[in-house]
């Protein structure tokens, strides 16, 4: 659609909506625009991926299973304290987690072995990036 451009976009027998679309921002670093639009008169507006544009943010893989050791905070990896292989018990210390010049150590949920080590020190983490996988 165009500036000013209005559709009705009909939902079922009798029921339609009317979508105006007003105008978008500019993409983010992520490729994120804002897009404006009024739906049956009122203003709205919404976050939406333009696909076309090139992102150079990276995001990490979310620790999803049990055996996935992520990151509990958003932070800097100061140290990794295991290598891949490497026995380890219950509650031993896997990595350092630095945030607002603060240290948080994660330690180990069970025993187990270090099947892999997923990011190096010194990467920028969000909360539940994957940093130790266990088995």
Do not use: Y
């Amino acid at each position: 659609l165009q500036s000013n451009e209005e559709i009705i976009v009909p939902l079922g027998p009798g029921k339609n909506v009317v979508v105006k679309f007003l105008n978008m921002t500019e993409p983010d670093e992520q490729g994120v625009r804002l897009v404006f639009f009024e739906l049956n008169g009122q203003t709205r507006s919404i976050m939406v991926r333009d696909n076309k544009e090139e992102t150079s943010v990276v995001a990490n893989r979310k620790a999803e299973a049990d055996l996935e050791i992520g990151s509990p905070l958003q932070g800097s990896i100061s140290k990794i304290l295991v290598k891949e292989g490497e026995q380890i018990e219950a509650n031993a210390p896997l990595f350092v987690i630095e945030a607002m010049k603060m240290e948080s150590t994660i330690t180990a949920p069970f025993a187990g072995v270090v099947k892999k080590i997923h990011l190096a020190e010194r990467t920028l983490v969000a909360q539940d990036d994957l940093v130790v996988e266990l088995e």
